[in-house]
């Protein structure tokens, strides 16, 4: 997650993909500002990504002038510094379909990525359907309540989990959320809304300053969860 980047973190993956968007004048989205700052900065050593391999899909609409220019651009960068190409950078039209972008690219990924074409094998390299099944062994999943509950992360090297962002939230209750657009659609993410807060029993978020920003994490369905 590039909201989560830090180069020794980046540099410790054997292989990345990553989806990028345009926003603006060509520029990075917000939650990929200092990964492109880094990439784009020329101080950073040409060959700090030898060894790694990468893969990038990019975001964007034809109607804009600067469409897929951040694809573009940090597809360059990681090669400029040393990363193998492992596959094509695939291009994302939101003018036509870019749903149907995104499968065609992904079909072609896996057999570039995955040895024998993507097919399955054991560690000797005989097709799973050939193997004879071997058990994995005991396996446990823990479950953590809270942040004290993850594994410790070692000096410099910050865990790479989107999902610790729901550790560190606090809640609170909302009183009342208003729509603003005149004509929502929520199909095509056209809605905005006015959300009020009672922050009276959430001490971390009182301390909010006035224009800062807010993260609003959902809650997970139930069914999800149960289902997981």
Known sequence: DLECFSPEVFLSHKLVLLVVATTGEGDPTDNAVNFHRWASDPSTPKDVLAGIQFAVFGLGDRNYAHFNHMGELTDGNLERL??????????GDDADDIVEDFRKWKEGLWPALLPNGGAAVDASGVPVGNAVAKPLGQLSLHMAASVSGLPAEAPGRPADVPAKFFFQADRARVLAVTELRQAPDLDEGLS????????????????????????????????DIVAI
């Not at 040393?82 to 291009?91: E, K, M, N, T």
């Not at 009276?200 to 224009?211: I, K």
């Open 192 to 223: 905005t809304v006015h959300v009020e807060l009672d922050l009276g029993n959430s001490p971390a978020l009182e301390s909010v300053a006035d224009g800062g920003n807010l993260e609003l994490l959902p809650e997970n369905d139930p069914a």
């Open 82 to 91: 040393g990363a193998s190409r492992a596959f094509a950078r695939g291009i």
